[in-house]
């Protein structure tokens, strides 16, 4: 099972859903209610309309890997243009969500490089949403640049990009780092949950204390492309190192606030100033795990646990035993939108957030937010939290487009002075 599969290669590594440019210095009153005080959000006209008017991004969903899973690269077993209800995804919930683009994610397990599979397996993501695409042409359209996001969606369908989720998938080249990106990559996050030889991850062993200066060299040529830098999963130095070494914005494709639910997945609030001051984005992860401050405790110990017990017991069938007894002792807690909302308070400010929810790549979602359908229901509670429409426009995609054309820009610049020198 997918879901299964997916909490083992990255239950620790996805991240929370509105967090990423606050902290709990909020005034917002509604974060000091109780639950018992929260009711369900109950969708109104006004957030309805509000919403067909937002250009809705969504920074990150692991449908192409759920699709490997499940029907090994096929479209011929599974139609998304009908209910896929093993999924968080298809395509009647993404227009009932108004999902107006969407950064696909090319994701394979770290572990595959000691194999030497990582490449090949990316290769064969990359392909297979490219493959989707073509397979629902009236639905999705590939994106090249930030201007085609608002074309695209003008035309009335899902502006489709790709999230590449982990540096081990360019086997240390910075040639691959190049291809990919003329396959419709935009942006790379630059570790999954294992650290690299060149960037360190936030649940492993530092190797670099951040990045190594040929680490160094993969932020410069990704802002040479264009390509935006992705300090998800990444350590508090490589952070640090990356908006100290990016000219373009740096993004989070699905991060949250650590002053808010500690899991060393979630952004400290020193790193949230500092991608303020870079213009980078935020982008919310919904995953129970790092939403729900007691969930974060129980999942900050998950990858640490799951690899002492590797070693522990090499025999899988003592593994899987020891694994289950250990899961089943440190449950989470499900929570519901309240707690993902709380996550967007201010430290970075309205201008630096976004919606990067981890769909099909997380085994527990907050209650409202159990699919792509769900989108309006955040409109409608940062409605209900006092945000302005031109706010909620902005978290709901407009700062991500900014934040494109920026990369854009500072390529573009890099280029000219390059041709000037030679």
């Known amino acids: 099972m997918k879901l299964q599969r997916c909490f083992l290669f990255r ?8 967090s990423p440019v606050f902290s709990t210095n909020a005034d917002d009153k509604t974060t000091l209610k109780t639950k018992a005080e929260r009711p369900p959000i109950q969708l109104t006209e006004r957030a309805k309309r509000l919403h067909k008017q937002c250009l809705v991004i969504h920074g990150h969903n692991d449908l192409p890997w759920a699709l490997r899973e499940n029907a090994g690269l096929s479209f011929d077993r599974i139609d998304l243009s009908k209910s896929q209800t093993q999924f968080h995804t298809d395509l009647p919930r993404l227009r009932a969500g108004g999902v107006g683009a969407q950064f696909w994610s090319a994701f394979v397990p770290a572990g595959l490089r000691f194999r030497h599979r990582a490449v090949q397996a990316t290769m064969a993501q990359i392909d297979l949403i490219h493959r989707m695409v073509k397979r629902y042409p009236e639905h999705f359209e590939m994106v090249q640049t930030a201007d085609d996001i608002e074309k695209i969606h003008a035309k009335g369908k899902i502006a489709s990009m790709i999230g590449i989720e982990g540096g081990h998938s360019i086997d240390n080249s910075l040639g691959l780092l190049r291809y990919y990106y003329t396959q ?25 204390n951040g990045l190594s200066p040929f680490g160094e060299e993969v932020v410069r040529t990704m802002n040479e492309l264009g390509m935006l830098v992705d300090i998800s999963h990444v350590s508090v130095a490589t952070m640090k190192d990356s908006l100290r070494i990016s000219k373009a914005p740096v993004i989070a494709s699905h991060s949250s606030a650590y002053a808010i639910a500690k899991h060393p997945r979630n952004i400290p609030d020193d790193v949230l100033k ?11 992860n919904f995953f129970s795990g790092f939403v729900v401050p007691e969930s974060a405790k129980v999942t900050s110990h998950f990858l640490e646990a799951r690899r002492e017990m590797r070693k522990k017991y090499p025999n899988e069938n003592d593994f899987d035993k020891a ?8 449950k989470m807690k499900q929570g519901t939108i309240h707690h993902a909302l709380d996550h967007i308070v201010k430290v970075a400010g309205v201008d630096h957030v ?16 159990q699919d ?51």
């Open 184 to 208: 419709g990559v935009r942006y790379m996050t630059l570790t999954h949950s294992d650290t690299l030889d060149w960037a360190d991850s936030a649940t492993d062993k530092p190797k670099s």
């Open 274 to 284: 500092l991608v303020k001051k870079n213009g980078g984005v935020i982008m919310v």
């Open 372 to 422: 792509v359908s769900t989108y309006p229901y955040i409109t409608q509670g940062l409605l209900d939290r006092g945000y302005s429409e031109e706010d909620i426009k902005k978290i709901m995609g407009e700062n991500l487009i900014r934040a494109l054309k920026e990369a854009e820009r500072v390529a573009a610049e890099i280029r000219k002075t390059a041709d000037s020198s030679e």
């Open 323 to 330: 694994w289950s007894q250990w899961r089943a002792q440190h």
């Open 354 to 369: 976004g919606l990067g929810s981890d769909f099909d790549g997380v085994s527990m979602l907050p209650k409202r937010l």
């Open 11 to 18: 239950a620790i590594s996805v991240v929370i859903l509105l």
